[in-house]
């Protein structure tokens, strides 16, 4: 056992982009040199690995399916908090193949004593995990995305299964279909977000909750770069080589930037935060007062 936080990566054995379910993917770019592609894949998934090994984490390596390239991104299989997996369901066929091999991934987690719990959710809700459910640590709740992907009624699903505060955010654009693309809460307490990937109501509710200093405005660019899909722990932010823009204002703010090179996955819509999955999040973590 560790006493680092535990976070899960899929390897990506099985990755490739051969079907488009956001506007971000792109198969026929994939198609052109999809050997060269998969050995980028390879090298990328290698260095993000290194990043949150440097980063303070326990990396947790899990194996994929064949016919299952998204596996890759376990954001979407579960959310997990206090010990307890509420699996993921997906919305789109291409990704509902994963929930078998998923299952059995947490099952053995649990058999090792990673994770106490696995919960499934039951059918006619969709729910895609810690990606359209993300802890907030210094606010103590999760901010669930609804919309693209996740059902407005999953986000009360979270709440009773997690006996906790879920407060939804609705995704208005196909581009932001994960709340992880365009949402990051920091330890800082600051919240890096898009504004225009937000309905005007959810806005209002991120603007009541988090004060005009700690929000973070990420533009476009910042965007495109998935460089808001970010992992985060302490003064640490894994994420895909950013821009100038974001480069400068978390150096301000005190965070160490690690830049990995993720294209192949971006070519499927991913970045750091969505190809991982922390498995120790507690809801007794200490809290670090955020001024209203
Ligand atoms: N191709 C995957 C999909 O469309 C990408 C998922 C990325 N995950 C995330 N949490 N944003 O479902």
Known sequence: MTDRPTILLVAPTFY??????????????WARDPRGMHRHAMTSFQALRDALDASGFAVEVADGAPGQPDMVFPANAAVVLDGKAVLARFRYPQRRGEEAPFEAIFEGLRAR????????????????GAGDCIWDVQRGHFWAGFGPRSSREA?????????????????????SYHLDVCFCPLAGGEVLYY????SEASLQ????????????EASVDDLRHFSVNAVNLDDHVVMTSTTPHLRAELGQRGYRLHEVDLSPFMLSGGGAYCMTLRLDRSSMAARRAVAA
């Open 113 to 128: 004593g990673l994770i106490d719990s696995v919960v499934t959710l039951p059918e006619g809700c969709f729910q895609e």
């Open 195 to 198: 504004p225009p990937a937000f």
């Open 155 to 175: 986000a009360d699903a979270m709440s009773s299964h997690f006996g906790q505060e879920v407060v939804a955010l609705e995704l208005a654009t196909a581009q």
């Open 16 to 29: 490739d982009v051969s079907y488009s379910i956001n506007p971000w993917m792109d198969p026929d770019a």
């Open 205 to 216: 509710v991120i603007r009541a909750r988090v004060p005009a200093g700690l929000r973070i």
